[in-house]
């Protein structure tokens, strides 16, 4: 699907016009999380003009870190640790429509931007945002629709700032071999609680071999970088023909593990916005990216996987 399928035909604003919108996008969850929200909010300033600021405030809990300052990111980029009060307000009553049954099918209200639950694909109307003075957008944004049209720009500003000499040694060694796979084994909360194992499931074994076998009906002998947060549960479970080497074990950060993902020739990703990441960032025009045809356990995705990837 080309762009100008995606975006509507919009007269992009010119830098310095006094109607430059601000685009406000609320930052939560993990790396992979935070990369489809920036990249959401990225696309969205690009597409009308606008500066774009991270809201922070989800931060304070400290349930997970904020990843993305390992990028280059966008100059520009501002991050903001509280909402305008006008934004709180509106966001509160437009949540309180929606458990209401009202305004169930809108997206955009009140310079508010919210994704529906479950997720689905919204309609994007850039020219009406590009009307607005602000907006807020609040969501996980996990489809490349949104930001598909500028990939260019997301390749530079997923650029990591730093390579630690681990890495760079993992680099090497990836660079040096035909036919590398990025495998991808999520466990972790997956595995250890059930509520959030009923939303998303773990993967079975059987989809790796699968996604083995696929490689090796094309002609692929993959050599398997296998990434996980449970090396020794994988090392013990999961047996592939060929060799397989665990870079997970090797202390790299998880902003290095996705980069070297994406430098593997090819991917096996788990339901996971982490290695979906991986995936998409990785730039040969040759890849094979396998991923599961089932997203969630309990509900819709299919609108997160890229159509050119091969679902299982």
Same mark, same amino acid.
């Given at each position: 699907?080309?762009?100008?399928?995606?975006?509507?035909? #919009?007269?992009? =604003?010119?830098?310095?016009?006094?109607?430059?919108?601000?685009?406000?996008?609320?930052?939560?969850?993990?790396?992979?999380?935070?990369?489809?929200?920036?990249?959401?909010?990225? +696309?969205?300033?690009?597409?009308?003009?606008?500066?774009?600021?991270? /809201?922070?405030?989800?931060?304070?809990?400290?349930?997970?870190?904020?990843?993305?300052?390992?990028?280059?990111?966008?100059?520009? !980029?501002?991050?903001?640790?509280?909402?305008?009060?006008?934004?709180?307000? *509106?966001?509160?009553?437009?949540?309180?429509?929606?458990?209401?049954?009202?305004?169930?099918?809108?997206?955009?209200?009140?310079?508010?931007?919210?994704?529906?639950?479950?997720?689905?694909?919204?309609?994007?109307?850039?020219?009406? #945002?590009?009307?607005?003075?602000? =907006?807020?957008?609040?969501?996980?944004?996990?489809?490349?629709? @949104?930001?598909?049209?500028?990939?260019?720009? !997301? !390749?530079?500003?997923?650029?990591?700032?730093?390579?630690?000499?681990?890495?760079?040694?993992?680099?090497?060694?990836?660079?040096?071999?035909?036919?590398?796979?990025?495998? %991808?084994?999520?466990?972790?909360? @997956? +595995?250890?609680?059930?509520?959030?194992? $009923?939303?998303?499931?773990?993967?079975?074994?059987?989809?790796?071999?699968?996604?083995?076998?696929?490689?090796?009906?094309?002609?692929?002998?993959?050599?398997?970088?296998?990434? *996980?947060?449970?090396?020794?549960?994988?090392?013990? %479970? &999961?047996?592939?023909?060929?060799?397989?080497?665990?870079?997970?074990?090797?202390?790299?950060?998880?902003?290095?593990?996705?980069? &070297?993902?994406?430098?593997?020739?090819?991917?096996?990703?788990?339901?996971?916005?982490?290695?979906?990441?991986?995936?998409?960032?990785? +730039?040969?025009?040759?890849?094979?990216?396998? +991923?599961?045809?089932?997203?969630? /356990?309990?509900?819709?995705? $299919?609108?997160?996987?890229?159509?050119?990837?091969?679902?299982?």
């Amino acid at each position: 699907m080309s762009c100008d399928t995606l975006l509507p035909n #919009i007269t992009f =604003l010119k830098k310095g016009c006094r109607s430059v919108v601000t685009i406000s996008v609320h930052a939560c969850g993990g790396l992979g999380n935070q990369m489809f929200q920036y990249a959401f909010g990225r +696309a969205l300033s690009l597409a009308v003009g606008g500066n774009l600021t991270l /809201q922070m405030d989800w931060f304070r809990k400290g349930e997970r870190p904020f990843g993305l300052d390992a990028f280059l990111l966008h100059e520009s !980029l501002v991050l903001s640790t509280g909402k305008k009060l006008r934004e709180r307000a *509106t966001l509160k009553l437009f949540k309180r429509l929606r458990s209401m049954g009202i305004a169930r099918e809108r997206s955009l209200w009140g310079g508010v931007l919210l994704e529906p639950f479950p997720p689905r694909l919204v309609e994007v109307n850039f020219s009406e #945002i590009s009307k607005l003075q602000s =907006l807020y957008a609040e969501g996980y944004w996990q489809s490349e629709t @949104y930001f598909r049209c500028f990939r260019e720009e !997301l !390749l530079h500003d997923f650029t990591l700032t730093t390579v630690s000499p681990s890495a760079k040694k993992w680099l090497k060694r990836i660079s040096s071999v035909q036919n590398s796979v990025g495998l %991808h084994v999520r466990r972790g909360d @997956y +595995a250890a609680d059930d509520s959030v194992r $009923e939303v998303h499931g773990l993967l079975p074994l059987e989809y790796y071999r699968r996604a083995d076998a696929i490689f090796r009906e094309q002609g692929i002998e993959p050599i398997y970088f296998v990434f *996980t947060d449970d090396t020794e549960w994988v090392k013990e %479970h &999961l047996s592939l023909p060929g060799e397989m080497f665990f870079v997970s074990e090797s202390g790299c950060r998880d902003c290095e593990e996705m980069m &070297l993902m994406s430098r593997c020739s090819h991917n096996v990703v788990a339901n996971s916005s982490f290695s979906w990441w991986g995936g998409w960032l990785n +730039a040969s025009p040759s890849k094979v990216v396998v +991923a599961p045809s089932k997203w969630f /356990q309990s509900m819709s995705g $299919e609108h997160i996987v890229p159509e050119s990837w091969r679902k299982i």
